[in-house]
């Protein structure tokens, strides 16, 4: 009897050394964005997640440490920074049946390496005031003269722009996508800058009609216990581009993440994503934040199907981030 309450004490001990674990993630990512997958997972496993947040200077910061990088995780927004951690040898290759089940191959890394975890879309934003609805419904109207004077965008080399900017040139082929970048820099109202949510309250201001938008902004300041911003959102309607029957959908860029190439902890990180494609976290992305889930079998929370379902651009997601230099020249020539 003795015996068993003192190997139960020590299993007990033992057991609290193993799940006493932790993951190091560096984070493109906001810390108020993460908190509550982190606190989600924590409950579930036990597991402390510490996370370095900048949103900028990682990779270097992670091709400097090499070997001695504490770094178990990546987290980050837009495929071309996804793809820049990949280009630079810093990812493992890890084999998981769960993520390859859950996200479409298009939105993966074909060399196992990077995986998309949510999805958003450029929208736009379309004044319900002084527009009709039907005036603008693809990327391509925004290089219509209709739009003379009327649109309002953030600077083309923004990540968001130059990754639309990338689906341009994939779908149009260069000169075309170069073209289509002059009429729409031609049609601005004003000089391009700001950020997405600037562009809502311009619309508002009655300083331009059209912009260029990540989706979840305008589900943010629709919801925002700031009432200037839901004045904001109000002002415009959002549409999904590019929609009809034979269209390409709308481009869509990816969150994602992937596990350190020298992490220590590498079963424990595969995991952690394994856990951020799970149902309980895929309704988070769109709770959190408006994202989408990844997966477009998963359920919607309410205010995400509120904002409506879309169909999506194929482009395999990775073609986004090899274009976007070309992208980015194209920006500079046209004065984005
Ligand atoms: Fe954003």
């Known amino acids: 009897m003795k015996i068993s309450i003192l190997s139960a004490i020590i299993l007990i001990l033992f057991s609290n050394t193993v799940f006493a674990k932790s993951l190091n993630i560096y984070s493109h990512r906001q810390p108020y964005l993460l908190k509550p997958f982190l606190d989600a997972y924590t409950k579930k496993t036990g597991v402390k997640l510490n996370v370095v947040y900048s949103s900028k200077g990682l990779a270097q910061r992670l091709a ?29 290759q890890i084999d998981s049946e769960t993520l390859k089940k859950n996200i479409p191959p298009y939105l993966r890394s074909n060399n196992n390496t990077w995986f998309g975890l949510s999805k958003r879309t450029r929208a736009i934003a379309v004044s319900k005031e002084r527009m009709k609805v039907g005036d603008v419904l693809r990327y391509e109207d925004l290089a219509d003269k209709k739009l003379k004077g009327k649109l309002c965008s953030r600077p083309g080399s923004h990540v968001y722009n130059r990754a639309l900017m990338a689906s341009m040139i994939s779908a149009l082929g260069e000169s075309e996508a170069e073209k289509w970048a002059r009429g729409l820099v031609s049609n601005l109202a004003k000089r391009p800058q700001g950020n997405d949510r600037s562009q809502l309250k311009s619309i508002y201001a009655g300083e331009c009609d059209v912009a260029v938008i990540n989706h979840y902004y305008y589900g943010k300041l629709t919801y925002s216990k700031n009432p200037d911003h839901r004045k904001w959102a109000k002002a ?101």
């Open 64 to 92: 400097a440490e090499g070997e001695n990088s504490p770094a178990d995780l990546i987290l980050t927004v837009d495929i071309a920074r996804l793809y820049r951690y990949e280009d630079l040898g810093l990812l493992a």
């Open 236 to 336: 415009s309607i959002i549409v999904f581009p590019n929609q009809g029957p034979d269209d390409r959908g709308a481009h869509i860029n990816i969150s994602g993440g992937g596990v350190v190439k020298f992490s220590k902890n590498k079963e424990l990180a595969i995991n952690f994503l394994e856990f951020l494609v799970t149902e309980e976290a895929q309704t988070l992305y769109g709770d959190v934040n408006f994202e989408y889930p990844i997966n477009n079998s998963s359920k919607l929370p309410p205010r995400l199907k509120a904002l409506g379902k879309f169909k999506e651009d194929s482009l395999l997601i990775e073609d986004i981030a090899k274009i976007a230099p070309k992208a980015q020249e194209i920006i500079d020539k046209v004065y984005w």
